[in-house]
């Protein structure tokens, strides 16, 4: 107990000495949050379930949202969610502009974004994926596997994809000689491809089967391909600066949270 107190005494003191406000010894990232009392959230404005979607009764829910609320409470203070982004790299500009503390919205760690902010370690880890008109792969004679695998590795087609998002970039990156076709909403690349307007899209694994899971009649005109060489990594995004606030976070993860897979996501009830 003696050896308590006098360690006690000699921070207490030291602090004085040293002439620093002991509230003051915080991280001044966090610090400012914790004076604030509020953590800033950006989240995309257009729902997108498990991740964030507003329920029955008008409350936010979802994958991310129970991350960022988390997080809110290990700092001792609440969550705001900004919602104001129609894009996800409006998502992201929120964090360029500190008009945000932290981005959790699904976001996709890319070379890009990460030379202008911090991402934290992924907390979702997925593949890229395909979603493909059976009518035109018939037409082409793609219906063997092997060809089609071929086809998909030197695709030449039109390619529908979200615009203003990392997935944009990555196709044309990874398919240099298609034609990539963007439009506003995933629910409009989709209907593009029903009707031919594209003969394949390009997004995410979770997604591409999330949507053949819960429209089964989907299957019978439009085939799924998984690009099994890709990496697709969700995480945290920070102001640039941010560091201390990027160690906490990737503390949490580590130790409360784990990392997410596909497969967990399609096992999760509802």
């Known amino acids: 107990m003696w050896n308590y107190l006098c360690c006690l005494l000699v921070v207490v003191f030291g602090w004085g000495i040293l002439g620093i406000d002991p509230a003051l010894a915080l991280a001044p990232d966090i610090q400012a949050i914790q004076q604030r009392g509020i953590l800033r959230v950006a989240m995309l404005g257009q729902d997108n379930p498990p991740f964030f979607a507003q329920d029955a ?51 996709t760690v890319t070379l890009g974004r990460a030379t202008r902010g911090l991402f934290s370690q992924p907390y979702l880890v997925m593949r890229d994926a395909l979603l493909l008109n059976r009518l035109q792969l018939a037409q082409q004679g793609l219906q063997n596997q092997d060809a089609l695998v071929n086809y998909i590795r030197q695709f030449s087609g039109r390619l529908g994809v979200i615009t203003e998002t990392a997935h944009a970039r990555i196709a044309r990156r990874r398919f240099p000689q298609a034609q990539i076709i963007e439009y506003p909403h995933w629910r409009d690349v989709v209907t593009a491809v029903e009707q031919g307007a594209v003969i394949a899209a390009f997004r995410d694994e979770l997604e591409v089967r999330q949507l053949v899971l819960n429209q089964p009649k989907l ?52």
């Not at 129970?66 to 500009?93: H, M, S």
């Not at 906490?248 to 967990?264: I, R």
């Open 57 to 107: 009764q008008g409350r936010l829910t979802g994958v991310d949202v129970d991350l960022a609320r988390n997080l809110a409470a290990t700092l001792g203070v609440k969550p705001e969610f900004i919602r104001t982004a129609q894009t996800f790299d409006q998502v992201a500009e929120l964090v360029y502009t500190n008009q945000a503390d932290v981005a959790i919205s699904k976001l």
């Open 219 to 270: 299957a019978l005109y439009l085939k799924t391909a998984v690009v099994s060489d890709s990496r697709n990594l969700r995480a945290v995004l920070l102001p640039w600066n941010s560091y201390n606030l990027r160690d906490l976070v990737n503390q949490y993860l580590t130790l409360e949270y784990g990392t997410l897979t596909t497969e967990k996501l399609l096992a999760e009830p509802g």
